[in-house]
């Protein structure tokens, strides 16, 4: 009798801890500028948010927690992006720096380096940590890194191994209603067990081509067009975007779980610059460069302990979000991670945050799809930022705190900064072992390029 009583205890105590564990919900969009909908990213700025589109449920995620408005993605790019996301270090280190793998051309200068295309399987990853901790995870839409299933990298529940392709059967454009569906039954069944959960919810959206309600496009057709926005279709897109994201947060207060859930909000890189996408300005460039546009994202934080309509100005990153959900869920995060948890921001106590690595680095040495899309390194240095041509092994400096559109380069004004830089660089891609491209033994300058232009999108769902 005795023993059942001890039993009994013990398990009420056990399943009382894993209640008490906070829930987080991690929502990952695609493709979404820094000025990508309509909440203000920097409240001292007023072009850190769109002049068109209509994003009120992420606008209300913002008010009801902290905004950090000097976000960046770990890379340029989808795929080295997320990887960084889940394992807590740089694209450079773990040799994810691009989703791309086409030959070296005879006009390029330089030969890009062998690179992974897929996560490997020893790759230590959150939903791996949270795992052990007891916790149920799951992984909705957008996968893109590499063929291996979820399961192998800690989830429970998820979508398969997808890419860029959707479902077959979609629920609302970019299935991004069906998304939501296939979450929300989730996180009911780990509300009813009482069970902590990870979901991680990648939509597909606001990638090209651009897809959106009929209903959600006609609004927008009625108003007037953006000084720097002002494509219906793709405001659409981003409406709807924004409605399925308020269905999910409706969902999570509905089971009041609201107390106990961190709800994270992020984009994996900048918006394209093509023309009927997204503008970045007053950022400059856009996806695939390394410049401001293509790595500075939204970063939105609501939680228990996280003030209202907050804002914290100082400089994170994707790779700071393994830390940040290790210690909600109280375990210790990895020594070789390269990032820091920004639980101490996020709750509005500066003096507890401590950054271990000050420096955030940079790494594409390949070529992409445009001018801008080429073999680029850069490290950002509290407000300084130096990028490196790869090419032409020449250098700017800008300073981000009066030159958010990297417009005034510095290297030749600040000939000590710029060294200091350079030097920092280097180090720290020597301390990654970060691939490097090399000169192309091919290479031919009368060599002419010549690629299709591909379409911006075009609106393929209606309902």
Same mark, same amino acid.
């Given at each position: 009798m005795?023993?059942?009583?001890?039993?009994?205890?013990?398990?009420?105590?056990?399943?009382?801890?894993?209640?008490?564990?906070?829930? @987080?919900?991690?929502?990952?969009?695609? =493709?979404?500028g820094?000025?990508?909908?309509?909440?203000?990213?920097?409240p001292?700025?007023?072009?850190?948010?769109?002049?068109?589109y209509?994003?009120?449920?992420?606008?209300?995620?913002?008010?009801?927690?902290?905004?950090?408005s000097?976000?960046?993605?770990?890379?340029?790019?989808?795929?080295?992006?997320?990887?960084?996301?889940?394992?807590?270090?740089?694209?450079?280190?773990?040799?994810?720096t691009?989703?791309?793998?086409?030959?070296?051309?005879?006009?390029?200068?330089?030969?890009?380096?062998?690179?992974?295309?897929?996560?490997?399987?020893?790759?230590?990853?959150?939903?791996?940590?949270?795992?052990?901790?007891?916790y149920?995870?799951?992984?909705?839409?957008?996968?893109?890194?590499?063929?291996?299933?979820?399961?192998?990298?800690?989830?429970?529940?998820h979508?398969?191994?997808s890419?860029?392709?959707?479902?077959?059967?979609?629920?609302?454009?970019?299935?991004?209603?069906?998304?939501?569906?296939?979450?929300?039954?989730?996180?009911?069944?780990?509300?009813?067990?009482?069970?902590?959960?990870?979901?991680?919810?990648?939509?597909?959206?606001?990638?090209?081509?651009?897809?959106?309600?009929?209903?959600?496009?006609?609004?927008?057709?009625?108003?007037?067009?953006?000084?720097?926005?002002?494509?219906?279709?793709y405001?659409?897109?981003?409406?709807d975007?924004?409605?399925?994201i308020?269905?999910?947060?409706?969902?999570?207060?509905?089971?009041?779980?609201?107390?106990?859930?961190y709800?994270?909000?992020?984009?994996?890189?900048?918006?394209?610059?093509?023309?009927?996408?997204?503008?970045?300005?007053?950022?400059?460039?856009?996806?695939?460069?390394?410049?401001?546009?293509?790595?500075?994202?939204?970063?939105?934080?609501?939680?228990?302990?996280?003030?209202?309509?907050?804002?914290?100005?100082?400089?994170?990153?994707?790779?700071?979000?393994?830390?940040?959900?290790s210690?909600?869920?109280?375990?210790?995060?990895?020594?070789?991670? =390269?990032?820091?948890?920004?639980?101490?921001?996020?709750?509005?106590?500066?003096?507890?945050?401590?950054r271990?690595?000050?420096?955030?680095?940079?790494?594409?040495?390949?070529?992409?799809?445009?001018?801008?899309?080429k073999?680029?390194?850069? @490290?950002?240095?509290?407000?300084?930022?130096?990028?490196?041509?790869?090419?032409?092994?020449?250098?700017?400096?800008f300073?981000?705190?009066?030159?958010?559109?990297?417009? =005034?380069?510095? @290297?030749?004004?600040?000939?000590?900064?710029?060294?200091q830089? @350079?030097?920092?660089?280097e180090?720290?891609?020597?301390?990654?072992?970060?691939?490097q491209?090399?000169?192309?033994?091919?290479?031919?300058?009368?060599?002419?390029?010549?690629?299709?232009?591909?379409?911006?999108?075009?609106?393929?769902?209606?309902?």
């Amino acid at each position: 009798m005795k023993f059942n009583l001890l039993h009994g205890l013990l398990l009420s105590l056990y399943f009382t801890s894993l209640q008490a564990a906070p829930n @987080i919900v991690f929502i990952l969009v695609d =493709d979404m500028g820094w000025t990508g909908s309509s909440t203000l990213m920097d409240p001292e700025l007023p072009e850190s948010k769109s002049d068109f589109y209509q994003t009120p449920q992420i606008d209300a995620l913002a008010a009801a927690g902290m905004r950090f408005s000097q976000a960046y993605a770990p890379a340029a790019l989808c795929t080295p992006s997320r990887a960084a996301i889940l394992t807590g270090k740089t694209p450079a280190e773990l040799h994810i720096t691009t989703p791309g793998g086409s030959r070296t051309q005879s006009y390029q200068k330089l030969a890009p380096p062998r690179h992974l295309k897929e996560l490997p399987e020893d790759a230590f990853t959150i939903a791996e940590a949270l795992q052990q901790q007891g916790y149920t995870t799951a992984h909705f839409g957008k996968w893109h890194i590499g063929k291996n299933s979820p399961s192998v990298h800690g989830f429970d529940v998820h979508d398969g191994n997808s890419g860029n392709q959707m479902p077959d059967v979609q629920d609302g454009p970019k299935d991004v209603f069906g998304l939501t569906k296939r979450a929300m039954a989730f996180i009911s069944e780990q509300s009813h067990t009482g069970t902590p959960f990870y979901l991680q919810l990648s939509h597909y959206a606001v990638h090209s081509p651009i897809e959106a309600l009929a209903t959600s496009r006609a609004k927008f057709a009625q108003m007037p067009a953006g000084s720097r926005h002002n494509d219906i279709d793709y405001a659409a897109m981003t409406y709807d975007l924004d409605n399925s994201i308020g269905q999910l947060l409706q969902h999570i207060e509905s089971l009041g779980l609201s107390k106990n859930t961190y709800v994270v909000f992020m984009s994996d890189n900048g918006a394209s610059s093509k023309p009927r996408e997204s503008r970045n300005s007053p950022l400059n460039g856009g996806k695939g460069s390394l410049y401001e546009g293509g790595i500075r994202v939204p970063l939105i934080i609501r939680g228990p302990d996280v003030p209202s309509n907050s804002h914290c100005a100082q400089a994170v990153t994707g790779c700071d979000l393994f830390s940040t959900f290790s210690e909600w869920a109280g375990i210790d995060t990895p020594a070789d991670t =390269d990032g820091s948890s920004l639980a101490a921001l996020a709750r509005n106590d500066a003096s507890g945050f401590k950054r271990a690595q000050r420096v955030f680095l940079f790494h594409y040495p390949h070529y992409g799809l445009g001018p801008r899309q080429k073999p680029q390194s850069a @490290i950002i240095m509290e407000h300084y930022k130096l990028i490196k041509d790869l090419e032409s092994e020449s250098y700017q400096l800008f300073d981000l705190s009066s030159d958010l559109s990297e417009s =005034d380069n510095l @290297i030749q004004k600040m000939p000590e900064k710029a060294a200091q830089m @350079i030097q920092t660089m280097e180090a720290r891609l020597r301390l990654v072992d970060a691939q490097q491209a090399l000169p192309n033994p091919n290479y031919d300058p009368d060599a002419i390029q010549t690629r299709s232009s591909s379409q911006a999108g075009f609106l393929r769902f209606k309902k």
